[in-house]
């Protein structure tokens, strides 16, 4: 009869380090020679678990069989488990084959066609399926020890680290490894999240321009172009700051465990946890629904900060003339014709002139400034002054959470109350509401500090100068970015626009060590994360209303 050959080995280690799928092949082919059959093909597996049938040469295997007519008439293999370690699995398998008359043949664990047989062969899955899971377990068992131990259970490391032997002895006699860093990716990396931050020369960069910067610059990631996608998993990745987890995710499941069974490994940190908290921030303020797209990739100055202030709807570019002129136009006109909105279209060229001009001289201007900075002052002492307030009051709930857990633990160890249902309920009610205390007052405490201090005449004589450069300078990508960092939005009603803006970026701005030494050479990285919206300090922070006509 024709037969065809199925040998498999579970790992790709085992494939390339291990004898076994050249001993099946022998014993296969022998018993083939024995019984008379011939062997018209061999289907090796090298690295494939049999728990499952996501198996590309297995599938091949069984679509040929399932071909009219087929092209062998048997699978031979070595033992039941090499076809399957799951017993329905290997069932409907079997069944499958058998109706185009493909039977599955194993030469160590011969049984016969009868019911008989199929119970054994049954019970051979059964136990082999149990074996499996036995094996699973003990292996997942070692490998979360293993990270425990600060030792890296992948066979490639993580981009920027380099898996190193160590001296210590491993299962099969291998060496355990350590995640150290990779000097020359660890530097990329960096370069990545220093492009993020501040840009290149003077102009925001998203994760496709930083992509398309380190690949042009030769920095590829290991042979392979960087595209977007890989540049923002690697600025998302807290491993990078030190934070490496292992069993965070279930393979077979596909789905994420609980953190309590997360294994941290500690490795070294390429990027510090501030600048990763900075890049981490910056990341949410540009999502989408926190920043429309428009307002950081068009190229027009406006764009995504102008508002109409008839219908409270955004401006959008608009032409005339085939392309000649171009104008800030509502985008109620533009979607539903010009009545429905009475507002004027305002041209682009002038208005940016006039905006700019407007936010170097006046709203920037030293006397303006000092007004701003006095008043962030009250704003963050008034705030300080209500955290504070909060953490006392949570500091006495916790404190009388926790004189009730002692009373409660006192009468039960006085025997004037049993360890009873109700008694054990209360004790995890008391648990749960010190646990929510101690999260409240973590988040409380975690809140950022700014900067209170008053700033010298001199610091806000420069960074008015230094503003006013940056805005009134013919880099229109340079003042876009000035713009999005210290506006929020600028609200136009005929001549008159309304700007809107941070008390905090403008603080943060003023307080860097460039504005101090009177040298700005690129955008800061600012990111709005001081109770924004919240509380006692909602945004808009500051406005300014200025006549957009001369």
Known sequence: MHVAL????????????????????????????VNGHIVVHEYIEPGASATDDK???F?????????????????????LSRFFRDGIEFGLYERKLAKNKVKVISITQQTSDDSMGEMMRRMINMFDEHQSKENAKHTSRAMRENARQG???????????AAVSTNVAGSHGRQKKRLEINAAEADVVRMAYDLYLNGDQGKTLGCKE??????????????????????????????????YYFNVRDSKARVVRPPEEWIKTPIPAIIDVAMFERVRLKRESRAPDQTPPRRLTSPTLLTGLLKCGVCGGHMTIATGKGGRYRYYKCTSRCNKGNTACTSAN???????????????EKVFAPERLQMLMSEFRKRVNHTQDTQQENINQLNRQLKQIEERQQRLTDAIETGVLDLGETTRNRAQQLKVSKEAIIIDLATTRRAPAMPTEPLRASQIDKLSKLLKDKLLAKDTGIAKSYLNLLIDEIVVTENTAQVKGSYAALVAT??????????????????????????????PLASETNTLSS
């Open 6 to 33: 199925y040998a498999r080995v579970s790992t790709s280690r085992q494939a390339d380090n291990d004898l076994s799928i050249p001993d099946q092949l022998r014993q296969l082919n022998d018993w083939c020679k």
């Open 55 to 57: 198996r590309p040469v």
């Open 59 to 79: 599938q091949r295997m069984i679509a040929e069989a399932m071909m009219k007519p087929a092209g062998f008439e048997i699978i031979v293999i070595h033992s």
């Open 151 to 161: 030792y890296f259970n992948g066979s490639r490391a993580p981009f920027g680290y």
């Open 210 to 243: 930083i992509a398309m910067t380190l690949n042009h610059k030769g920095f590829i990631m290991r042979g392979k172009p960087w595209a977007m996608q890989k540049l923002h998993t690697l600025l998302s990745d807290p491993l990078y700051m030190g934070d």
């Open 346 to 360: 305002l041209p682009m060229e002038k208005t940016d002139d006039k905006i700019l001009q407007q936010l170097a």
């Open 510 to 539: 003023a307080s860097t060590k460039e504005i101090k030494k009177g040298d700005l050479k690129q955008v800061p990285s600012f990111i709005h994360d001081w109770c924004a919206r919240r509380e006692s300090n909602p945004r």
